[in-house]
């Protein structure tokens, strides 16, 4: 146990602290997203019960809404991973 | 299935290869782009790599595919899933976006897109000898899509930017279509609005190219990382956990992403391109 903590302090904190700040950005934009895809589909659920028929239709807007909120997680990590290569 | 995945575990860890004993593993070094034919014209570089060989085998088979499922003779099963994706095509892509008039010019376009993104996104997640490198002289079979590189998604971006713009300008006249894209606003707020349409306009190339570019990138990553760690923890015993953990990414991305992606670039394209046809002001 004292030998770990030894270790982690005496290695690079400068490239532990960049892999905690990639893992923490990625994470909490993955969990913005997933409140939203969440919506989405709740949404879809409930207006398809209520109207069945319009299915056909909804599902296009569906899976747009669906990409474009999703969209979000990737430019959080494709930013996430410029800063971690470049700073 | 699950016996499936059991019989794959037990031959890993049956035959552990000489490959474990790499120790250095970078999931990065699989998307590196290493020219295997020079071609240089001038300042371009025209060489011929991994993603270039992918594209060229995913245009051929896009193709193969349009000629073998929508030139059939006799009906059939073939005929069947011919008409199943123009379907989705014509209903969901390009009578979404494009305004009537503007169907039968643009429609070849954006089922183009769509039946080409899904083939080179399909394509990446069939195992190909085509890694570049070789064990014992024998060709890597590994897994790479070309749409993971934003050189290509871009270049596809850019065709539907242009196209936008083009077709805005050819129905609506350069001072009609230009003058859609400020909005009705009181004047003061004005120099505040117009640089940010301006901008949102660029977004949506940027945002297009991300967006197909991100998701195959990020499958990849997450199932050669699972697959990785094995090598990165140096224990042929995670086996258990990581081979299974990988295919259900696998097979997430391959019933799920691959048909969203070349879903949403298409109709993404088509309703780029119907809006700059018929502004809303």
Same mark, same amino acid.
């Given at each position: ?25 990625? =994470?909490?934009?993955?969990?913005? #997203?997933?409140?939203?895809? /969440?919506? !989405?589909? $709740? ?21 747009? =809404?669906?990409?474009?909120?999703? #969209?979000?997680?990737?430019? /959080?990590? !494709?930013? $996430? ?7 | ?57 995913g245009a051929g088979l896009t193709m193969l595919m349009g000629i073998t499922l929508m030139r059939v003779k006799v009906p059939g099963r073939r005929q069947a899933v011919g008409e199943m994706i123009y379907e989705v095509a014509q209903t969901q892509v ?13 429609f070849p376009?954006v089922a183009t897109l769509m039946l080409f993104i899904w083939t080179v996104n399909m394509l ?134 691959v048909s969203?992606?070349a879903f949403?670039?298409a ?15």
């Amino acid at each position: 146990m004292l030998h770990t903590v030894i270790a982690a302090a005496s290695g690079d904190t400068v490239k532990a602290g960049k892999a905690i700040a990639l893992a923490l950005g990625i =994470g909490l934009g993955s969990l913005g #997203a997933g409140i939203g895809i /969440g919506n !989405i589909f $709740g949404s879809m659920i409930q207006s398809v019960a209520r109207q069945p028929e319009l299915r056909g239709e909804l599902q296009g807007i569906q899976w747009l =809404g669906f990409a474009l909120t999703e #969209a979000v997680v990737f430019y /959080g990590l !494709i930013g $996430g991973l410029l800063a971690y290569v470049l700073v | 299935m699950r016996a499936r995945l059991l019989v794959v575990a037990l031959a890993v860890l049956a035959f552990p290869s000489a490959a474990f004993a790499r120790g250095e593993f970078d999931p990065s070094k699989e998307f590196e782009q290493h020219p295997w034919l020079g071609i240089h014209l001038g300042p371009l570089d025209l060489s011929i790599t991994k993603a270039v060989v992918y594209l060229l085998i995913g245009a051929g088979l896009t193709m193969l595919m349009g000629i073998t499922l929508m030139r059939v003779k006799v009906p059939g099963r073939r005929q069947a899933v011919g008409e199943m994706i123009y379907e989705v095509a014509q209903t969901q892509v390009a009578e979404q976006g494009l305004p009537h008039k503007a169907i039968s010019r643009w429609f070849p376009y954006v089922a183009t897109l769509m039946l080409f993104i899904w083939t080179v996104n399909m394509l990446g997640f069939i195992p190909l000898p085509l890694s570049g490198e070789t064990y014992h002289h024998v060709p890597v079979w590994g897994i790479y899509a070309a749409t993971s590189s934003i050189s290509v998604t871009l270049a596809l971006a850019l065709l539907t930017f242009v196209f936008t713009h083009y077709e805005g300008i050819r129905w609506n006249g350069p001072v009609k279509y230009f003058r859609s894209w400020i909005p009705d606003v009181p004047k003061a707020i004005l120099p505040l609005i117009v640089p940010l349409e301006i901008l949102g306009q660029f977004m949506r190339l940027i945002s297009l190219s991300i967006r197909l570019f991100a998701n195959m990138l990020a499958g990849h990553m997450l199932i050669l990382t699972f697959i990785g760690l094995m090598f990165v923890l140096e224990n042929v015993y995670l086996a258990v956990i990581v081979v299974p953990a990988a295919t259900a990414f696998y097979i997430f991305e391959v019933i799920i992403v691959v048909s969203i992606q070349a879903f949403i670039f298409a109709a993404l394209s088509a309703i780029y391109i119907g809006s700059a046809i018929e502004p809303e002001h």
